[in-house]
């Protein structure tokens, strides 16, 4: 398969939507005094704006390319995720956004200290961390490799627009900057899912009755054969359970998202954050995957366009590139770079602000906020850069499998440390060494269950989470000399 010529029109695209990214990391960079304002943005962000932030910030490009794969070569079953997601912010409001409020924290993982001890938060920092180093370096790696067949642009250099560029402005603009250019990512992001689905609605004939007629003919919405319990295969139960533990760990222990709840100047803000947020994932991912039976519908009709053995993971770009107009392509593809910073920047802002709440200011002598803003700053540039030159490393070495398991072992950080936020939040009698207890077990048994079993990987953060709460409810009699904070009425139910 040739390489499509990208075109003079689409680069113009690309490059207008690039500079008008760094343009807004610039004007937010003088309101960027302290660290407060770096992290927190100083409570100056509307709920709406927030919201929209958490939808573009958990929506990378790769789920932007996968999810029309998915739904053209298979069907819609990873849709309840989307709704699973939407069903447990009712829960997040009521029982974690008032400790995150209340507490005032620029690191989640401050509750942990507070709750139990300074070892449980570090644990929980020092993984998200890594984590999300090592995710900035999987989005880049895999968005480039994504594009590389269909554009003429060279993978180191779709590597440094997306990534040094993501780092130049996260530099500047703080969360702030962050939050904005995520307004204006997710708005481009959703914007072209819908467009997408017009234009090869106009394409198909019989229109959008026999997009959706064709892929009802061919079971692949939700298939009964979906509908059965299987520990090791991908149902709809087992998605169901997955996708809520996955998505408890996002909205309740990931400092990328609930860094979110404490920008705005109130609660009921926060509360429009959520809502927001909702009502996005209630409408954008269906058009994601109606994109993939509008491409499914029409590739049917017209099998000739599609080139032999073709990897149809890539079948959004290959379209986008070969089918749609010189300007709307480049736009499109300035889509998928902007579903992929929103997810790096708020990565880079939330590693900061976790190494200097965390680590930085809890140890040492006194910080002063110039000080807390200066090292947000350096540790925003080492780990945007790590992530790069990591991304950089994976493409010329051709790794192929990195991502599997990768996804794999997000069970094994995310949800020990889910876990200790409901430990710590439901299970007043636990204490600090309970709660050891309960991530030393945890992580035993995620490493034992993915070595020796078949256990579909949805479960690793079902296992993690549980045997945290399990082990450290269990053994909180064995230590009922541990030292429990003063105030733990106020920081548990």
Known sequence: MEIQAFGTLNYVVLVAYLAVIMMVGVYFAKRQKSADDYFKAGGRIPGWAAGISVFATTLSSITFMSIPAKAYTDDWTFLIGQYIAIAILPFVFIYYIPFFRKLNLTSAYEYLEKRFDVRM????????????????????????????????????????????????????????????????????????????????????????????????EENKYFPSDKMSWSWTESTIPVLAIGFFFSSLQQFTASQDVVQRYIVTDSVEETKKALVTNAKLVACIPIFFFAVGAALYAYYTQNPQLLPENFNTGGILPFFVISEMPAGVAGLIIASIFAASQSSISSSLNSISACYASDIYSRFGIEKSAEQNLKIGRIITVIAGTLGVVASTYLIMSNESELWDAFNSLLGLMGGPMTGLFMLGIFVRRANANSAMMGVIAAVAATLWVRANTDLNFFFYGVVGTLTVVIVGYLTAPLFKSSKQPQDVEALSL
């Open 121 to 216: 938060r570090l644990f929980a920092s020092i993984s998200f961390m890594l984590f999300h180093i090592g995710r900035i370096a999987i989005i880049t790696y895999l968005t480039a490799l994504a594009l590389m067949p269909f554009v003429d642009i060279d993978p180191l250099m779709i590597v440094f627009l997306i990534g040094v560029l993501c780092i130049v402005y996260t530099f500047m603009g703080g969360i702030e900057g962050v939050i904005w250019t995520d307004v204006i990512q997710g708005i481009m992001l959703s914007g072209a899912a819908v467009l997408i689905f017009v234009m090869i609605c106009f394409n198909v004939d019989g229109g959008v009755v026999e997009i959706f007629s064709l892929s009802a």
